[in-house]
């Protein structure tokens, strides 16, 4: 434990600022997955809905740039998928 008043308060903030990460980047993932899943114009909304978390996390030191870009995730192929879905109408 730290004895210098600084230090303890460097703590509470550390543990203050990873919880809203950690927040964040859960409902990042969620909003991934919803429009992984979705379909006409629910995919348009998730895809909206995901870009602007992913850009508040971005903004945020919430979520490092290479995570946000995801080697998992294809954003192209959502993208994609969006992009008809407004065609679609």
């Known amino acids: 434990m730290p004895r210098i008043k600084s230090a303890k308060k460097r703590m509470r903030q550390a543990k203050t600022h990873a919880t809203l990460n950690r927040t964040q980047r ?10 992984r899943t979705a379909a ?3 995919a348009q909304a998730a895809y909206d809905t ?3 978390l992913l850009d508040r ?3 945020e030191p919430a ?4 995570e946000a870009l995801g ?3 294809d954003w ?4 994609s998928l969006a992009l008809k ?3 679609s109408r």
Request: no cysteine; proline share 0%.
């Open 26 to 35: 859960s409902q990042l993932r969620s909003a991934i997955k919803k429009v």
């Open 40 to 42: 006409g114009d629910q």
């Open 50 to 52: 995901a870009v602007r």
């Open 57 to 59: 996390g971005l903004h």
């Open 63 to 66: 979520i490092v740039l290479g």
């Open 71 to 73: 080697r998992s995730f």
């Open 76 to 79: 192209r192929r959502v993208g």
């Open 85 to 87: 879905a407004s065609f």
